[in-house]
């Protein structure tokens, strides 16, 4: 094909391209909602800047987490509303309420309740060893059997390597992990926690709302098994069993094992 | 507070609808597209006054996230439409417009950064530096995967059965 061609399929791409069918009408309340929740979310930086500390650390990974992603639901807790060191006044709560939106806000009487949620989950954070978005402690997602073994982490340092996948249990002292799953092929596959959290502060017992909340992840396609990616090779694995998390584990995304 | 945002809310008057097309263009699907725009701009919003003094073509900067978030597989989670008005809202079932227009179906199966250089390329115009520079590739990167496009949607053209699927 010559370039006379490859200029008349260019050009034919263009043409597609200005096709009126693409055009699409902004909604009538496009630019307030967008507004309003540009507004939110830079208050709860500004917040999560002034507060310091391990919310500002959390806010940071969560950050990273959200690179692209929709904000949190609106109904959430945010930093910014129920933070003691950001007063409000009556005019906020006009405006908070007319951000809302379709979504149902919290009103005032809900502040409590969800300060202490906040509180409850920060200190869960805080006090629960924490599986990172690639790894926990020094193990990290995709390390080979021998890389893991050379940790020193293993309960048994002479199990053999995997064959397509295994599990292996860590040292009797760590009580966050269950066991992790290794494979042949790539390695650390999972890390299957026992008592630890997410450094979103999320943890086996969470309820299913905060686990919704905190990762934006209202409408699950399978409403046992939360699948949140890490944005670092691997994804968070919540199971839920009724109305709590019951199982958490990290996942590499190139794994092998099947879902722990 | 409020003065800079309410600048900014004419900016998103004023561009919305190109924004919402380039979405439309650069995703293939108007769902995307509204949730693509939305998520972009609330973040742009959040920082606009500094991204004022960053640049002096926001338009630009704004095309540039949207292709990147669009790479990055922005989408985690579907939430409902709220800046664009889709078929489904105007209360029909839509048929897909584009069901007999074999080049932009194929577009739309491209690989995702593929796509954004053929987008970046054709319908922004932008030189092959410049998306380089946009997407945080080479300029090399740009050619082989503008190349690597433009054959495959010569191939699918040519023999359109075969996007079908």
Redesign the interface.
Known sequence: ?NQQD?TD??D???A??S?D???????A???E???A???T??RR?EVAYVTGGSLAVASVLLGGFL?????QPEGGTTLAEDTPSMPRTAEDEAEARMES??EPRAVPDNATAQRHMTEARAGAAARWIQIGPDGYRSLRLGMSYDEIRATGMLAAQDDPPPKNCARYRLSGADVAVRHILVSERVGLAAVVANKASTPEGVTIGSTRAELERTY?????DDPKNYL??TGKGGHYLFRVDGDRVSELSLVANNQDCGLP | ?GND?AD??EF??AE??GL??Y???LTGN?HD???LV??V????????PSIRRKTSDPVAYIRRSMA??HI???R?????T?????PEQRGYTPAD??EH?P??RA?RELPPRQRAV??MR??EGLSEYEIAEALGISAGTVKSQASKA?ST??TKVADPVESDG
């Open positions: 094909m490859d399929f260019t034919g791409l263009r597609s391209f096709d069918r693409f055009a699409l009408v902004p909604t309340s496009a630019r909602t967008i507004v929740a540009a507004r979310r830079r930086r690179l692209v992603s929709p904000q939106g379709p934006d992840a209202a409408e699950a949140i990616p | 507070m945002l900014f809310g998103v008057d919305l609808p919402l097309r979405g439309y263009v108007p597209a509204s949730d939305q998520t701009l609330e973040k742009i919003g959040s920082k606009w990147n978030a990055s597989r922005w985690r989670v579907k939430r409902e709220l800046v664009a008005e889709t417009p584009f227009e080049l932009v577009v053929v987008v054709y319908y433009i949607l010569r």
